[in-house]
């Protein structure tokens, strides 16, 4: 070891899903949508002046926040924007959990908290989720320094209805609770009604999803004023300007276009419940998914020699091998066309496997 | 207070210099270029299809490393990429500065510093500038958890030489050694060849400067590989896509085309010339800038009401309302018409403020 790396922070970093680019692949390993952003983003980019960016963006985002503000019928002073979700909900883990006591979240969950928790020295306990991989709320009403879960759970896809997460909230005026809402436009009933009533609920979305720009790194959080502040404060003393000026102009764009946001979320709803009656009649099981993902498990053929015969075809998907969900995929919904590449394959194999028997 | 509050991070936080956005205004405030993007910068956001920006960016940032480090003749592994200096500066006060010793840097500097090491909970000792606000290198010679400097110096503009920069990063084997070059394009000489000679030196730059994009946060650090891997666990416990695709894009085409850069760097640095002769001449004293702004003081005219007055005419410059330089302006070079606006005036107030002496 070198003298200096005495000082060097420990870490286990979080390892995201792997992004290939080939050209023939499908590609339904990390959430993203199958369907390309509004048509207003691009045109709000082309119109972008080069000159413009020798200037630094509004630190404020101003732009942003009001369309954001505006969409969701709250006030500026409720909206905080970020480099992603991710960057989110890293400002807020910063911001809000400095107990000594532990953050609370499932063990089955994003796998970014406990990194979280490790890089910023945060305690933190995982709550099992019951046999059936849902939330147990009374499991989130012992002492804590903080709460966090997403909702869809990620990567179950299974909803917390809108009575538990805030009997969650009630249950903990002492402490922060984020609810990280990164599926919740492909089905779920959103938490955002409750943070008028109770100061200490954070909501978290992202564009990186049913707003179909991954690429474009923007994420979101609504609460009391009191929270936005605060985490305002924290971004503040990290970074000023998180936000590049085209991810301004393209962010307000894919908010202004509302009608194909939610042909979007439509399409990706429609084809995942058509998909799920072709992966039951597979023998596929799985819970009753609710975000732009399936997560199942098959009666005969484990997820791993799945996840690598796909694989082999350019078919990519999710494979976590973790205590639990070592016999799940997790497959995004992809466009029609996409899903039924992946069935047939499936079909194909999962009956080549059969006669060999 | 809530009762949720007691958990929250307390922070002061940087304040950025305003951008105000008027139609007829000269912005000197801020250090931005007078000059747009290189032309290729445009060209490569407008070639992006639209559909690129549903996927999720190369977490790596493959491209936007080996163009800078084809150019920098480095190693694809010694290269950090960040949203903006910002970014990359935090991360590094994250990942190396974890000591009980404090981490030293000068009195008057980036006033990022100390935000940074408040809110990472980082010991810190400031070393007064000399009389003359240049660092001494002797400062830097005792027990430390790290330290960290511009170079040219921030708001000073003043340069240390490479042998001083040296002397500091060999008398401290144990610490790892920021060099913060933000403004080193400007006519300085960059520490970055003694990174194949000490691996506990890490320099930092940025593309918001130099090459005219401070809209699209883009900064980077260099160091041995040693350093740059530690770098990248911490960001990958923190966000593992910061970098969005237009900024990729962007920032190999910016790198791509050095002599629109060079060309850049030399205006301004022919403009900065010129002012100072005609600041001097106007009675104004200051160090000797190698950067790209001028940090002014007037023999007979108080700072705060030169800004005041510049102000007015929608010319901004930068005052620091802070001990030892509270008689200062930094101003921005910015074109040689925006400077001969900000001299004419100048002229014109001083002498009518003299009259009515």
């Given at each position: 070891m070198k003298l200096w790396e005495k000082n060097v922070r420990q870490v286990t970093p979080y390892v995201p899903g792997e992004q290939p680019r080939l050209p023939d692949m499908i590609k339904?390993?990390?959430?993203?949508?199958p369907y390309p952003p509004a048509p207003g983003v691009k045109k709000a980019l082309d119109a972008?002046?080069?000159?413009?960016?020798r200037l630094y963006p509004d630190p404020a985002c101003d732009s942003l926040v009001t369309a954001l503000a505006d969409y969701y019928h709250?006030?500026?002073?409720?909206v905080f924007v970020g480099v992603g979700s991710d960057d989110v909900l890293s400002m807020a883990f910063l911001t809000?959990?400095?107990?000594s006591r532990p953050v609370l979240f499932p063990d089955?969950?994003?796998?970014f908290y406990d990194v979280w928790a490790k890089v910023y020295g945060i305690p933190y306990v995982q709550k099992p989720l019951r046999e059936d991989l849902t939330i147990d709320?009374?499991?989130?009403?012992?002492?804590?320094g903080g709460i966090v879960f997403p909702?869809?759970?990620?990567?179950?896809?299974i909803l917390l209805p809108p009575e538990a997460v805030e009997d969650i909230v009630r249950s903990n005026p002492g402490s922060v609770v984020i609810v990280?809402?990164?599926?919740?436009?492909?089905g779920g009933t959103s938490a955002l009604p409750l943070i008028e009533k109770y100061d200490n609920l954070l909501v978290v979305q992202t564009f990186s999803k049913s707003r179909s720009m991954?690429?474009?790194?923007i994420g979101y959080a609504m609460g009391s004023e009191a929270l936005i502040r605060h985490m305002v404060s924290v971004k503040e003393s990290v970074?000023?300007?998180?936000?590049?000026t085209p991810s301004l102009l393209a962010g307000v764009a894919a908010v202004e276009d509302d009608a194909y946001f939610r042909d979007c979320c439509h399409k990706i709803i429609t084809t995942r419940e058509r998909v799920k009656k072709e992966l039951k009649a597979l023998g596929f099981s799985f819970g009753d998914?609710?975000?732009?993902?399936l997560f199942v498990t098959h009666k005969d053929c484990p997820a791993r020699e799945l996840f690598e015969a796909l694989r082999q075809k350019h078919i990519f998907v999710r494979y976590f091998d973790r205590?639990?969900?070592?016999d799940y995929l997790r497959i995004t919904v992809g466009t029609d066309a996409e899903m039924d590449a992946l069935t047939g394959f499936l079909q194909e194999y999962l009956s080549g496997r059969k006669e060999t028997d």
């Open positions: 339904l390993n990390t959430n993203e949508s972008m002046a080069g000159d413009t960016l709250v006030k500026k002073e409720q809000f959990f400095n107990s089955i969950t994003y796998s709320p009374e499991d989130y009403k012992e002492e804590n909702n869809p759970n990620a990567p179950t896809g990280d809402e990164a599926y919740i436009d492909f991954a690429g474009m790194r970074n000023s300007y998180t936000m590049n998914s609710m975000s732009n993902f205590p639990r969900i070592d």
